[in-house]
């Protein structure tokens, strides 16, 4: 671990650790540095939120002896404002060096303006996985008669699909050469449209799979599903489903057992050291997440697909407001919620914490510091089950105790205990959403 004399943003780096990534998995370190953009809209509250919990928390479980060095890090607004530019080059410089970063929500504008932040940041860094756990908290109230049936980490492909932002304005030139390929290939397209390209290649589908399968092995999960549209997109999502099919019988044989041999050859029931390997059409997991809920497990999807369904399977549990994420590449990790920046509760200060904090709870797994992880999400866990939520959640509770990012905050951090080994040990056991 070397002490760094770098400068970013003409202030020298704080005292404290780089985290090295091998192969996808990060050191254990003891004061890592952890550079935190907060992000437009609710991005300061939830983020001011996030680091008091997770600080509180190491305190709890480590004392002196352990503690998070968070450097700000700028891009969206903030950026704008102080560096003229809503991605510095330094704030990438800034995650390259130190391989790990949390962020708050930031701004894209719809239909034209800047690309996507967030996109950019995932090719920069190539962070293929996008890894969103949805389950169940007790306390909350949803839409569905019975969202504890859902227990799903989802893994997007996070680099390709109509999100590589290959896009032609319609009457452009290469809008209109790429209308005459097509026709030279015997299709139609109207001149006056616009034009998107969707590519999906072997390599990130495999690794995608990949990533899925192994997060499935390492924590007892029985059920690998790959989401595709490929009944109309054959060449795109046809081919990810077959592209990881094959890897999964090439990488791992014998492990995997289909839904045909399932029912034919054992009956419906999965022998043991097995893992059913299935397929699903996007619109079909829709239907299936909500009616048939504890059939799914891990899912495997194409980047769009990913997108869709994780906040509707967030909605399913009670909200984007408990919905984490983080974006996982081969050499850095940047730990992120699901949701956006809530323009229309931005600067209330009524929002919900919880989606950043528990992206804090999959950074806190991705450095194996299981206790502090472990100690966040009880406490979570607790303050939730006591009714006591924000706005978004406690307006559905009954009886429930409204209140505001602050005084959450605070309820959550009253509501610490140290847990034990035994406990840390059982609420780890097939639950980390980080460790490929
Ligand atoms: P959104 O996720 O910001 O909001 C959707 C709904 O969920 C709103 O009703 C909002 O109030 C509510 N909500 C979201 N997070 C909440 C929280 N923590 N607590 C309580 N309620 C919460 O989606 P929207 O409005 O479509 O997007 C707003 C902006 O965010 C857009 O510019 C979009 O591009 C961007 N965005 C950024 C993301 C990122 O930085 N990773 C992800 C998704 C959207």
């Excluded at 002490?3 to 004061?31: C, L, M, W």
Aim: proline share 4%; charged share 25%.
């Amino acid at each position: 671990m070397s002490k760094s004399v770098r400068k970013f943003y003409g202030k020298p780096v704080p005292d404290g650790e780089i985290i090295q990534v091998v192969d996808g998995k990060a050191t254990k370190p003891t004061r890592p540095i952890i550079p935190f953009i907060d992000g437009d809209g609710i991005g300061t509250e939830i983020s001011v939120a996030t680091r008091r919990i997770i600080d509180a928390a190491v305190a709890k479980c480590y004392g002196d002896k352990r503690n998070i060095v968070w450097l700000p890090a700028y891009a969206g607004d903030a950026a704008v404002a102080q560096f003229g530019s809503p991605l510095p080059a330094e704030t990438l410089e800034m995650l390259d060096y130190f391989g790990i970063g949390m962020k708050g929500p930031l701004g894209t504008p719809t239909g034209g303006g800047i690309r996507s932040l967030n996109v950019t940041m995932r090719q920069h860094f190539d962070w293929y996985s996008c890894v969103r756990p949805v389950r169940y908290f007790r306390g909350i109230v949803s839409v569905v008669k019975r969202p504890q049936d859902l227990d799903v980490v989802i893994f997007r492909e996070n680099t390709e699909d109509v999100y590589a932002g290959v896009e032609f304005e319609a009457g452009s030139e290469g809008a209109l050469e790429i209308i005459a390929v097509a026709k030279k290939y015997g299709h139609e397209i109207r001149e006056d449209s616009g034009i998107g390209i969707k590519p999906i290649s072997k390599f990130a589908s495999r690794r995608i799979v990949r990533s899925a399968i192994e997060f499935a092995i390492e924590h007892g999960r029985k059920v690998v599903t790959i989401v595709h549209k490929g009944n109309i997109q054959k060449h795109t999502e046809g081919a990810f489903l077959k592209w990881g099919l094959e890897l999964a019988a090439e990488e791992y044989p014998g492990l995997f057992v289909s839904e045909d041999e399932l029912w034919k050859t054992h009956g419906g029931k999965l022998p043991e050291g097995k893992i059913l390997l299935n397929h699903r059409i996007a619109d079909a997991t829709f239907y299936e997440l909500l009616c048939k809920s504890t059939q799914f497990s891990v899912i495997a999807t194409t980047n769009l697909n990913g997108d869709y369904i994780s906040d509707a399977a967030a909605g399913q549990v009670g909200g984007l407001g408990i919905a984490p994420g983080a974006n996982i590449g081969a050499k850095s990790a940047m730990f992120e919620a699901t949701h956006g920046t809530a323009p229309d509760i931005a600067g209330k200060g009524i929002s919900n914490p919880c989606s950043l904090t528990l992206s804090g709870v999959m950074m806190l797994e991705y450095i194996d510091w299981d206790e502090a992880a472990v100690c966040v999400t009880r406490a979570i866990e607790k303050t939730l089950r006591s009714k006591t939520a924000t706005g978004d959640l406690a307006r559905f509770m009954k009886n429930g105790n409204q209140v505001n990012t602050v005084q959450f905050t605070d309820a959550v951090i009253a509501n610490m205990v140290k847990p034990t080994k035994r406990t840390v040990d059982a609420a780890l056991k097939g639950k980390k959403a980080i460790r490929q």
